[in-house]
C-alpha cells in the first residue's frame, strides 16, 4: 500500500508546525498533506525542554508548548491539524529516501509517496560513544534534542534529587540545562575545552558576566580541559567523570550538549550540499525539482551577507517553513515572492536573564552597560563593529525594552566614526537610529 499526497513535510518539529501553519493559510485541501515525523508528538516548540520544562515546581507540559503560529500566536493542538485536514503520522521514522521516484519508506515498510517534498528533519546530537570516549554508554548519561530525551532527564532529576550532575559542553544547550539543574538544586559543574562559555557567539566580557553569575548561582565551571572517560557503579549507573587534565569529578547525573549535526543522511548523494546541510535557494528549493529543505539542514543564501550558511536557531526554522510554503503556493500560481531576507536572530534565557543577539558577531566588539554578576539588575549590550560599520547587536538583562531598536541597527548596518562615542551612548545610539534613521 503506498499512501500519497500532493506535499509531505519530513520531520515533526518547529519549522513543521510553521510550515502546516503556512500552507493552511494559503489554502489546502483535506488530504492534501502530511506530516511525517519520529516523534510521539504533534509539533512544539522545541525551544522550551531546555528551560521552563525542567523547572522544578511548575514544569511546562504538553499542550501549552504546541507550536504557537500565526500573527496571534494560536495554539496548534493536533486537533488543529484534523480539522484542516491534515495528516499528523507520527511515531513513524523514515529509513529511506527515493527523490528520483518521490518515495519514502519507513521503518515498519510502509511507503508514502508525494508530489512536493518539504524536508524538515532537524538536527541530532553527536555522542561521545560515537566520539570513541571510554565508558559513554554507561547509564545516566544524557542526549538533549527531544522530549523524550527531556522527560529521561526530568525523571532522573527527581530520582536523584540534591545529587551531583556534570554537564559536558559550554554553548547553548549546555548554559540553558546547567541553569535548570541548578535550580532543581543539584550539584551542578561545567566542562567544556574553550576559553570561555559561548565561544561561538560571546565575546570574553559577555562571557565574564555570565559564568560570574552562574558561579554566583553555585554552579561550578571548569574550562580549557575534556572529558575523556567515565567510570560506572554495579549497576552500570555513572559514577565519576574524568578529564583529560587528570582531575575526577563525582557524577550522579552526566549531560551532554556537546554539538549536533543536520540530519540530511537519508538524501546523501541524491541532492546538493553545501557546509554540511542541504544546498537551497532564497526560497527554499533544493538542487532536485519539488523537494524543498527548512530549518536546521537547509545551508541557504544569506542576502544582507551574501553568502551561503547553515543556522540552527528557531527564528530561522520558523521563517524558512513560512517562505518555502508561501513560494511553493505562489509557483502553482504562476506568482513569485520575494526572496528570503534573513536576519540571525538568537535568544536565550537563564536563571531569569534573557539575552538576544542579532546580525553578525564579527570584527571588534565594544560593551557597555551594568556587566557585573553582583549587580541587582544587571542590563548591558554589545556592539560588533566590521568596516566601520555596525553589523552585530546583543542585550542582556531583565527588560525586553531594547529589542526591536538592537534588531533594526543590526538590520541597516549604521556607520560609526567613533567608537568611545558608540560605547557611551549605548542603547541609545540604537534607540536613535530607529526612531531618526541612518544619517
Ligand atoms: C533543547 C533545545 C533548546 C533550544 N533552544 C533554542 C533557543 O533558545 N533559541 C534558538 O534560537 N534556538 C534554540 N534551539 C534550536 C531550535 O530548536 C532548532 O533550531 C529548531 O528546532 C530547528 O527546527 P527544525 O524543524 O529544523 O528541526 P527540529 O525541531 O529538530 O525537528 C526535526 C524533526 O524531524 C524529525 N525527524 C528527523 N529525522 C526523521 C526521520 N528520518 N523520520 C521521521 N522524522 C524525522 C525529528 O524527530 C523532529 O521531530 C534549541 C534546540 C534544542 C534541542
Redesign the pocket.
Known amino acids: 500500500m503506498v499512501k500519497t499526497f500532493k506535499y509531505i513535510i ?9 510550515a502546516a501553519r503556512e500552507f493552511a493559510k494559503q489554502g489546502l485541501k483535506p488530504g492534501e498533506l502530511a506530516i ?4 510521539a508528538v504533534a ?1 512544539y ?7 521552563s520544562y525542567l523547572h522544578p515546581e511548575f514544569p511546562s507540559r504538553l499542550p501549552t508548548f504546541y507550536v504557537y503560529a500565526g500573527p496571534r500566536r494560536e495554539i496548534l493542538f493536533p486537533e488543529w491539524y484534523s480539522e484542516k485536514g491534515i495528516e499528523l503520522i507520527l511515531s ?4 529511506k ?1 527515493d527523490l528520483a521516484a518521490k518515495s ?1 519508506t ?2 515498519g515498510g510502509e511507503t508514502f509517496s508525494y508530489q512536493i517534498l518539504l524536508i ?6 553527536i555522542r561521545l560513544s560515537d566520539l570513541g570516549v571510554q565508558g559513554a554508554d554507561a547509564k545516566n548519561i544524557f542526549y ?3 522530549i523524550d ?2 522527560d529521561k532527564l526530568y525523571e532522573a532529576i527527581k530520582a536523584k534529587k540534591n545529587g551531583k550532575a556534570v554537564v559536558v559542553g559550554g554553548e ?2 549546555g548554559m ?2 546547567s541553569a535548570m539543574l541548578r535550580c532543581n538544586n543539584l550539584d551542578v559543574t561545567m566542562v567544556y575545552p574553550e576559553p570561555w562559555c559561548m565561544s561561538r557567539l560571546f565575546t570574553s566580557d559577555i562571557a565574564a558576566f555570565n559564568e560570574g553569575y552562574y558561579a554566583k548561582k553555585g554552579v561550578n565551571i571548569m574550562k580549557r580541559t575534556v572529558v575523556v572517560g567515565f567510570t560506572a557503579n554495579s549497576d552500570g549507573e555513572v559514577k565519576e567523570v574524568k578529564l583529560k587534565d587528570g582531575r575526577v569529578l563525582e557524577a550522579d547525573i552526566v549531560v551532554v550538549g556537546d554539538g ?1 549535526r ?2 540530511t543522511a ?1 538524501f546523501k548523494g541524491q541532492v546538493e550540499e553545501e557546509k554540511g546541510g542541504i544546498k537551497t535557494d532564497g526560497f527554499f528549493k533544493t538542487s532536485v525539482p519539488n523537494v524543498y529543505a ?5 545551508t541557504f543564501p544569506v542576502k544582507l551577507y551574501n553568502e551561503l550558511r547553515r ?8 521563517q ?2 513560512r517562505k518555502a510554503v508561501e513560494a511553493i503556493k505562489a509557483a502553482e500560481e504562476g506568482k513569485t515572492v520575494e526572496e528570503y531576507d534573513y536576519l540571525p ?5 537563564q536563571f531569569g536573564h534573557a539575552w538576544e543577539f542579532y546580525g553578525d558577531n564579527v570584527g571588534d566588539t565594544v560593551l557597555f552597560g551594568d556587566s557585573s554578576p553582583e549587580s541587582s539588575i544587571p542590563k548591558f549590550g554589545s556592539y560588533w563593529i566590521k568596516d566601520g560599520k555596525v553589523v552585530g547587536a546583543f542585550w542582556q538583562g531583565r527588560i525586553e525594552e531594547e529589542r526591536d531598536a538592537m534588531a533594526y541597527v543590526a538590520r541597516v548596518r549604521p556607520s560609526v566614526q567613533n567608537v568611545d562615542e558608540l560605547a557611551r551612548e549605548g542603547f541609545s545610539f540604537a534607540r536613535k537610529i530607529e526612531n531618526f534613521g541612518l544619517e
Open positions: 519530513l520531520g515533526g518539529g518547529v519549522a513543521a508546525g510553521y511525517i515525523s519520529k516523534e509539533p516548540e522545541r525551544t522550551v525542554l531546555s528551560k513513524t521514522e523514515i529509513v529516501a519514502l519507513s521503518a524538515a528533519t532537524g538536527s541530532t546530537v538533549f534534542r527531544e530525551d527531556a547553548h544547550i540553558e540545562l549536533i543536520p540530519q537519508l527548512v530549518g536546521d539542514v537547509a543556522v540552527e536557531y528557531a527564528e530561522h526554522a520558523c524558512s517553513a536572530v538568537l535568544y536565550s534565557h
